[in-house]
């Protein structure tokens, strides 16, 4: 009995991926095109988040390490890749930093070769260049020509070959080792007033940069638990940080910011916050809900497809979303809205209503509220209006205010309950606390509910925290709940509401420079008591 050829699993493909420097944005396009394109991937602890991020929802994440979180060594490291590409896994290899710099991508791809596998490389953005641009200076420029980049672990280097103008010395994880290399350099005959720069975390929001000369930082007293990795750069080119220092001096930098909104919102402000070197930090407050009863908005439906109003009015992406969802349960679009004037506050909510294919007729000009759009509103006219009614479709907590001034301009109002706002569960126990205590140096509140629930499932924000509102009646909210508000957006708006907010934190840093202080992060500093006393 002959036993029939079983069909050879066609080898998937494999690709070695670095993730860079340590900003994930700074990932290239080929690197994110094989993350998604990968089946599996098997990545270095440090990248995992940048892994999950662009992983396909259907991919594997493996991370390379041993028993109890130990690192594999290259050869166990490439073995999982070589064992997944031969099950028929098109596999992606996410290395940490640089590995073309460290040889890492040397010693996966031979075992690679060895075992026959062919693989593409997405060799990424070097630290070697990214860092000091970070930092604010190139690595060439006046009489520096050469740039050598050196292993500050190598007990070897030829030092007095290294004393040149002309040459940038680049020290890879050399932070550690600053005051050893400065002596050495010193003793080799540098001039004692080289500048040299020494940065740790670099191009990400932890991102701390000292400049000093070799004389100085040669007297420094040795650390002997000095943070391990980081650059250590030496040369004229570092005098160029005084001019072109762009990153560390951004207005919110390095500030821990409290988002307490619902996760579908958070996306536009979190973008905003993080142009000015904030780091972000989601809250969910509230949970969307149907209403209970949905015979009032389905009465509303079919009156705004039969022509029953001439108006509708969106005051939240949230009550486009239910009207969205509500048409197309009926088979309806953007269509039941011919022949029927639309008004909309808020640039989320403008842009949720032209994503649905609905461009709004009434817009504020300026203040982005209630009271900016009554008071743009068009009075009834009953010889320009057939019909005399408004559709507002909105949260079941809204207040009245829209709807008593819209009855004084002669509108009668139909006040739709579209969708519930009900209070979320509160954060993890580490963020409460952090809330609590000063771990955030700002909390933003776009709207009144987010203050109240947050104080509600959180508590109250520390004192030392810097409190912003988007608005008036958002401002009233929060010193009704004892808190004292630093920053009130000019505009309503959420891109207002950032900017007051970088305004504010740039005020703090031009205060601490000429204070002499070297950091104006709130969470830093611990400021005296500021909750209102009522």
Same mark, same amino acid.
């Not at 000095?226 to 220092?245: C, I, S, T």
């Given at each position: 009995?002959?036993?029939?050829?079983?069909? +050879?699993?066609?080898?998937?493909?494999?690709?070695?991926?670095?993730?860079?420097?340590?900003?994930?944005?700074?990932?290239?396009?080929?690197?994110?095109?094989?993350?998604?394109?990968?089946?599996?991937?098997?990545?270095?602890?440090?990248?995992?988040?940048?892994?999950?991020?662009?992983?396909?929802?259907?991919?594997?994440?493996?991370?390379?390490?041993?028993?109890?979180?130990?690192?594999?060594?290259?050869?166990?490291?490439?073995?999982?890749?070589?064992?997944?590409? %031969?099950?028929?896994?098109?596999?992606?290899?996410?290395?940490?930093?640089?590995?073309?710099?460290?040889?890492?991508?040397?010693?996966?791809?031979?075992?690679? %070769? +060895?075992?026959?596998?062919?693989?593409?490389?997405?060799?990424?953005?070097?630290?070697?260049?990214?860092?000091?641009?970070?930092?604010?200076?190139?690595?060439?420029?006046?009489?520096?020509?050469?740039?050598?980049?050196?292993?500050?672990?190598?007990?070897?280097?030829?030092?007095?070959?290294? @004393?040149?103008?002309?040459?940038?010395?680049?020290?890879?994880?050399?932070?550690?080792?600053?005051?050893?290399?400065?002596?050495?350099?010193?003793?080799?005959?540098?001039?004692?007033?080289?500048?040299?720069?020494?940065?740790?975390?670099?191009?990400?929001?932890?991102?701390?940069?000292?400049?000093?000369?070799?004389?100085?930082?040669?007297?420094?007293?040795?650390?002997?638990?000095?943070?391990?990795?980081?650059?250590? *750069? *030496?040369?004229?080119?570092?005098?160029?940080?005084?001019?072109?220092?762009?990153?560390?001096?951004?207005?919110?930098?390095?500030? %821990?910011?409290?988002?307490?909104?619902?996760?579908?919102?958070?996306?536009?402000?979190?973008?905003?916050?993080?142009?000015?070197?904030? /780091?972000?930090?989601?809250?969910?407050?509230?949970? *969307?809900?149907? !209403?209970?009863? !949905?015979?009032?908005?389905?009465?509303?439906?079919?009156?705004?497809?039969?022509?029953?109003?001439?108006?509708?009015?969106?005051?939240? @992406?949230?009550?486009?979303?239910?009207?969205?969802?509500?048409?197309?349960?009926?088979?309806?679009?953007?269509?039941?809205?011919?022949?029927?004037? /639309?008004?909309?506050?808020?640039?989320?909510?403008?842009?949720?209503?032209?994503?649905?294919?609905?461009?709004?007729?009434? /817009?504020?000009?300026?203040?982005?509220?209630?009271?900016?759009?009554?008071?743009?509103?068009?009075?009834?006219?009953?010889?320009?209006?057939?019909?005399?009614?408004?559709?507002?479709?909105?949260?079941?907590?809204?207040?009245?205010?829209?709807?008593?001034?819209?009855?004084?301009?002669?509108?009668?109002?139909?006040?739709?309950?579209?969708?519930?706002?009900?209070?979320?569960? !509160?954060?993890?126990?580490?963020? %409460?606390?952090?809330? +609590?205590?000063?771990?955030?140096?700002?909390?933003?509140?776009?709207?009144?509910?987010?203050?109240?629930?947050?104080?509600?499932?959180?508590?109250?924000?520390?004192?030392?925290?810097? *409190?912003?509102?988007?608005?008036?009646?958002?401002? +009233?909210?929060?010193?009704?709940?004892?808190?004292?508000?630093?920053?009130?957006?000019?505009?309503?708006?959420?891109?207002?509401?950032?900017?007051?907010?970088?305004?504010?934190?740039?005020?703090?840093?031009?205060?601490?420079?000429?204070?002499?202080?070297?950091?104006?992060?709130?969470?830093?500093?611990?400021?005296?008591?500021?909750?209102?006393?009522?």
């Amino acid at each position: 009995m002959t036993t029939p050829n079983r069909k +050879k699993v066609p080898t998937g493909a494999v690709a070695l991926v670095a993730a860079g420097p340590g900003d994930p944005d700074l990932l290239t396009l080929r690197a994110v095109a094989l993350l998604q394109a990968a089946d599996t991937i098997i990545t270095d602890p440090d990248a995992l988040a940048i892994a999950e991020a662009h992983a396909a929802p259907s991919a594997s994440i493996v991370v390379a390490v041993g028993k109890a979180g130990a690192p594999l060594d290259p050869a166990d490291r490439a073995r999982l890749v070589i064992d997944a590409a %031969r099950e028929g896994k098109d596999v992606a290899r996410l290395l940490c930093g640089d590995p073309v710099v460290d040889g890492t991508l040397m010693h996966e791809a031979t075992a690679l %070769r +060895k075992a026959k596998l062919a693989f593409d490389i997405a060799p990424g953005v070097s630290e070697v260049t990214a860092v000091p641009a970070y930092a604010g200076f190139g690595l060439t420029g006046g009489r520096a020509r050469q740039i050598r980049i050196l292993d500050a672990h190598d007990t070897d280097l030829p030092w007095s070959d290294l @004393v040149s103008a002309r040459i940038t010395l680049v020290f890879l994880n050399g932070a550690s080792r600053a005051g050893d290399i400065a002596s050495r350099l010193v003793a080799a005959g540098a001039n004692e007033a080289t500048p040299i720069a020494i940065v740790h975390g670099g191009t990400t929001v932890d991102q701390r940069t000292t400049s000093a000369t070799l004389h100085d930082v040669a007297a420094m007293p040795k650390q002997s638990k000095a943070p391990a990795g980081g650059l250590v *750069v *030496v040369g004229e080119v570092v005098a160029q940080r005084d001019k072109l220092e762009w990153f560390e001096s951004k207005a919110l930098f390095g500030w %821990r910011v409290l988002i307490p909104r619902t996760h579908e919102q958070a996306g536009p402000i979190m973008g905003l916050l993080r142009r000015h070197g904030a /780091v972000p930090m989601e809250v969910p407050t509230i949970s *969307v809900e149907p !209403p209970r009863t !949905p015979q009032q908005m389905d009465r509303a439906i079919h009156g705004l497809v039969s022509g029953r109003y001439e108006w509708i009015g969106f005051t939240s @992406v949230n009550a486009v979303r239910a009207i969205r969802e509500k048409l197309a349960e009926v088979g309806l679009d953007a269509r039941s809205f011919a022949g029927l004037k /639309v008004a909309a506050v808020g640039e989320g909510t403008v842009e949720s209503l032209v994503e649905f294919g609905v461009r709004p007729d009434l /817009v504020p000009s300026e203040d982005q509220t209630t009271s900016g759009l009554l008071e743009e509103w068009p009075p009834y006219d009953s010889l320009t209006d057939p019909i005399n009614r408004v559709f507002l479709p909105r949260a079941d907590i809204a207040t009245d205010t829209l709807v008593a001034g819209l009855n004084e301009l002669g509108w009668e109002v139909e006040d739709v309950t579209a969708y519930r706002t009900v209070r979320a569960a !509160p954060p993890p126990a580490e963020t %409460r606390e952090a809330i +609590k205590t000063g771990g955030f140096d700002a909390v933003v509140f776009t709207s009144s509910s987010t203050v109240r629930n947050l104080v509600g499932i959180a508590g109250k924000p520390h004192h030392s925290t810097i *409190v912003a509102c988007i608005g008036p009646q958002t401002a +009233k909210t929060a010193e009704e709940h004892g808190l004292r508000v630093d920053v009130l957006a000019e505009i309503s708006t959420i891109a207002g509401l950032v900017d007051a907010l970088a305004a504010h934190g740039e005020a703090m840093r031009m205060a601490a420079i000429e204070a002499g202080e070297s950091s104006w992060r709130p969470s830093r500093r611990r400021q005296q008591p500021r909750r209102k006393v009522t």
